[in-house]
């Protein structure tokens, strides 16, 4: 399978990164290994990491994440007040909000699938398409009951090294959630070994993405 590479070798690669979130785990569930190998690769590279919904105790741990993740990378944390399930009733707002983030110039978003299940995942992914048109949008999948999972068309391979850590950062960074069934180790794991799988990665694991417009050059 021939690849488009974010990192590693030459090439033009994305400096300038915007890393979109609903709730607090939200971009380290669907993205957390990718943007951890961008930063490792791409030592120039910045991110701009914006979650909705991040207010009290959740929103400081999703900003003891997103440092942990990302180190002297992490160009700003913007955590919103946003009611956690609600977003789509705040319409207005949310797109104001959403519009505000185009200062930052992006070479590369990452954000939710606007087919995603969850009513404020699939909010956030319409309004970045909506904001950022010109742009290089991934939108990357999280597990949960509904059984949304989709087809995705770009897969960032991992070593499971990789994997590894962004389970442990899971855990380290999110005690609120490791009550949830759903917060588990092996669910993290075996969605990265089914993508790994998918695109033959050489160590058997990846984050998967939709990528619905992309301009080559060739």
Known sequence: MRALYLGGGGGAAPERILAIGAHCDDIEI???????????ERPNARVAYVVFCAAGE????AGRAAQAL????????????????????????????MEELTRFSPDLILTHHRQDAHQDHRLLGE???????SHLILEYEIPK???????????????????????????????????????????FRGLMRLRGMECNAP???AEAFHAPKMTLGL
Do not use: M
Not at 58 to 61: L, M, P, S
């Open 30 to 40: 669907g993205c957390g290994a990718t943007l951890a190998r961008l930063r490792a």
């Open 58 to 61: 959740r929103g400081r741990e």
């Open 70 to 97: 990302l180190g002297p990378a992490l160009e700003t944390f913007v955590g919103f007040e946003f009611e956690d399930s609600f977003l789509p009733f705040s319409g207005d707002a949310v797109k104001r909000r």
């Open 127 to 133: 309004l970045t398409r909506c904001a950022f048109r």
């Open 145 to 187: 009951y509904d059984g949304d999972l989709g087809r995705p068309n770009a897969y960032v391979p991992l070593t499971r090294a990789q994997s590894e850590a962004k389970i442990a950062l899971l855990f380290e960074a999110f005690p609120s959630q490791a009550h949830k069934p759903w917060f588990d180790a092996e669910t």
């Open 203 to 205: 160590e058997g694991y």
